[in-house]
């Protein structure tokens, strides 16, 4: 009897050991998947990280693209107010507006160069502000317009373009989508 109990209990350990290695095989495989190294993709469009310490606030998109203002208006974007570009180091133009209820800013460069070098830039050091503040989720920042409440915590670069995004980087990569249709 007692070779018996021992092995249900053995057969019992098993299939709980079983199911750890079948778990520890998907996260595997999941984790390997996802390679930082390459472009990552959000809903067909092309991304890839930036630097690795804004790697979760920041994204590179549609590098041929070249972008006016009527294409983000085309694409959903509400304009609200335009800003002086003083504030912005080699910006053509800069508007505030929404997208899907999320505050965001657009600035216009002459060509993706521009925007992927001076206007990465100066957005990181827009969205650094937060980190200075608290964290990567801080109490506020300001944008190009200094009056301005609005609290942005991610930035992405779109074409010749740059935006910078209320709460995420989800909510640019999302307007995004929509411009590379």
Same mark, same amino acid.
């Given at each position: ?54 790697? @979760? ?12 203002? =009527? ?38 460069? @002459?060509?993706? @160069? ?10 990181? =050091? ?39 995004? =209320? ?15």
């Amino acid at each position: 009897m007692s070779n018996t109990m021992s092995r249900i209990s053995f057969f019992k350990h098993t299939r709980w050991l079983l199911l750890a290695l079948l778990f520890g095989v998907m996260v595997s495989a999941i984790a390997c998947g996802s390679n930082s190294d390459s472009p990552a993709t959000a809903s067909g469009v092309l991304a890839s990280e930036t630097d690795d310490g804004l790697a @979760e606030v920041s994204r590179i998109l549609q590098p041929a693209k070249t972008l006016s203002l =009527e294409d983000y208006v085309a694409a959903g974007w509400k304009k609200s107010k335009q800003f002086d570009t003083d504030t912005v180091p080699d910006a053509n133009d800069i508007w505030y507006g929404f997208f899907n209820a999320k505050d965001i800013e657009v600035r216009f460069f @002459e060509s993706h @160069e521009v925007a992927k070098t001076v206007g990465f830039e100066n957005a990181s =050091e827009a969205i650094d502000q937060s980190f200075r503040e608290g964290g990567q989720f801080g109490s506020s920042n300001r944008g190009a317009g200094s009056s301005a409440v609005t609290k942005y915590k991610a930035f992405a670069v779109v074409g010749n373009t740059v935006m910078l995004c =209320e709460q995420s980087v989800d909510s640019c990569i999302a307007l995004a989508n929509v411009l590379g249709k």
